[in-house]
């Protein structure tokens, strides 16, 4: 898994956000555009691109999207 | 046994409670929410919601003289009602035995309530093609109702923009009119039985004094009095499983995924839908999106989009359609109907 790939398929799932405020390091589920549909989004991305399983745990622990592309990826 | 029932759906009609919850009341009472941007995902414009004085009988009642009406049938040929709903009208008597009452069925005929979400209708098609085949039923009609509005929070935006409330009639013959049922393939796992509930005001739980709506550790709101939706959960349930779920109906009736003129699943909202859709590889015009107009209804969503697709001439005569529910429980099932 390649993280800027990662990072670049999560800001895609953002419709309002300027997709270069979106960094690494951005707490994702403090931006104001976050809700429970782009929660799903992200979780079909990850199933799409990666055929990796996304759970309610992994939101809930990862902070960061690199929080979230490390739980990802060691899956 | 032979390979295939005698059991046919002959006839579709659904009904629902005149109140309208639009976008824009939606808006209204969450001014922070961008609800049409949301929507226009979800693919809901409008859902109805009972009054207060409406009940799930008063819904099963209008779709059943629904289809009286609109198929010319006469009540008195009816021998069996399988009514399906989570929201009864008390815990006891069946509220079946409300609406046998008002639709004037003979008092030959048996009536029950099944207990099923969004597999219901499918479950309720299983139940009723197992009374024919046995030759304990003849004419049986099934009934899906759901008055899901009165589990919710008046707060919680979520599940209020998704659920609707509606009823659906449909008569099961061994008439073979109209759509036979193939095999049915069900499935359960009560693991997922948190992740979707209403864990108040039944036997274990008495309904609390707590007013509030709270918000888990995942995010999701709640209040234990009204109905709890874990949507992550829930969409990964259904990515894991609809798939398999689809293969093994297909396998089970011997047909091939191109060999299906329609699809209608569960009608849960526009984007869980699409994404199925997709990974299944279902080409777009043979896949079925009808809920813009009531939102997701429960079980019966699959017989509220199947009447569009009849009046829409999306089925006739030779379709082959597959029908697939999942959802709380977890429970799913599906079928192949062969018009």
């Not at chain 2, 059943?64 to 008597?93: G, K, R």
């Not at chain 2, 299983?126 to 046995?134: D, E, M, N, R, V």
Request: proline share 3%; net charge negative; glycine share 6%.
């Amino acid at each position: 898994m390649d993280k800027n790939h990662f990072l670049q398929s999560f800001a895609e799932q953002f419709d309002d956000t300027d997709p270069s405020t979106i960094t690494l390091e951005t707490h994702f589920k403090e931006m104001e555009e976050w809700s429970s549909m782009v929660a799903l989004m992200i979780i079909a991305m990850v199933d799409e691109q990666y055929s990796k399983k996304i759970t309610g745990a992994d939101l809930r622990e990862a902070n960061t999207i690199e929080q979230l592309f490390e739980r990802v990826s060691s899956k | 046994m032979p390979e295939y029932s005698n059991a046919h759906v002959a006839a579709i009609a659904y009904h629902l409670p005149s109140t309208e919850l639009t976008n824009e009341q939606l808006n209204a009472d969450f001014p922070e929410w961008s609800v049409d941007k949301i929507m226009n995902k979800v693919g809901i414009s409008v859902r109805r919601v009972v009054a207060e004085n409406e009940f799930t009988s008063d819904l099963a009642v209008a779709a059943a003289q629904n289809l009286f009406q609109q198929y010319n049938l006469n009540p008195a040929d009816i021998d069996f009602l399988l009514l399906c709903t989570q929201s009864p009208d008390y815990f006891l008597p069946t509220t079946a035995c409300l609406v046998h009452e008002r639709l004037h069925l003979t008092p030959s005929s048996g009536a029950i309530d099944i207990n099923q979400g969004c597999s219901g209708f499918v479950y309720g098609l299983s139940l009723a093609k197992g009374l024919i085949a046995s030759g304990d039923a003849t004419n049986v009609l099934l009934i899906t109702a759901e008055t899901y509005s009165r589990f919710l929070h008046p707060k919680d935006k979520g599940n209020r923009s998704i659920f609707g409330d509606a009823s659906a009639a449909v008569l099961v013959t061994s008439n073979p009119i109209g759509g036979r049922i193939n095999k049915v393939v069900l499935g359960t796992d009560g693991k997922g039985a948190k992740n979707l509930i209403v864990k108040n005001g039944a036997m274990r739980f008495p309904k609390s004094g707590d007013q509030a709506l709270h918000e888990d550790e995942d995010g999701n709101l709640f209040n234990d009095n009204c109905l709890y939706m874990n949507g992550s959960e829930i969409f990964n349930f259904t990515i894991e499983s609809v798939p398999d779920l689809v293969r093994e109906i297909l396998e089970r009736n011997h047909l091939q995924q191109e060999e299906i003129d329609l699809f209608v699943f569960h009608q849960a909202n526009r984007f869980m839908l699409e994404y199925l859709r997709k990974k299944i590889k279902i080409p777009a015009e043979k896949f079925l999106i009808y809920m813009e107009h009531c939102g997701n209804t429960v079980s019966s969503t699959i017989p509220i989009a199947m009447k569009h697709a009849l009046q829409e001439k999306k089925i006739k005569a030779g379709s082959k359609v597959m029908i697939v529910g999942f959802g709380v429980g977890y429970s799913w099932g599906g079928t192949i109907l062969q018009f």
